[in-house]
């Protein structure tokens, strides 16, 4: 949520967490999720997930969406990844998000 108790757009939480440093994108591709800048695919499996944001559309179901915030275990690597959940998901981005561990306990903004 924004300060104002607003929830933030999709675009909102892309800029908040760029300037937290997650500057990649992450891409799904069948054998994992290939960042945008190097060309490297990595299995979802190894990746680290900082931050999990949920979206809903308000009138359109197919409005849903989630944002990942990940990470390499070396950090060497910050990026995001964005899919759609539901009737709109694809195949890759789904397999994707299946693979992601998330730790439970750790908080998901909505």
């Not at 409005?63 to 959940?85: K, N, P, Q, S």
Request: charged letters at 30%; proline letters at 5%; aromatic letters at 6%.
């Amino acid at each position: 949520m924004t300060d104002r108790g607003r929830m933030e757009t999709l675009g909102e939480a892309m800029a908040r967490l760029e300037g937290l440093g997650f500057r990649d994108g992450f891409h799904p591709r069948p054998e994992g999720l290939l960042v945008s800048g190097d060309g490297v695919a990595h299995a979802p499996e190894e990746l680290v997930v900082e931050e999990v944001v949920r979206f809903e559309g308000t009138s359109d179901p197919e409005d849903e969406a989630v944002l990942f915030a990940l990470r390499t275990r070396d950090d060497a690597v910050r990026g995001t990844f964005v899919t759609a959940y539901g009737t709109s998901a694809d195949a890759d981005g789904a397999a994707a998000m299946r693979r992601l561990c998330v730790v439970p306990g750790r908080a998901a903004r909505r």
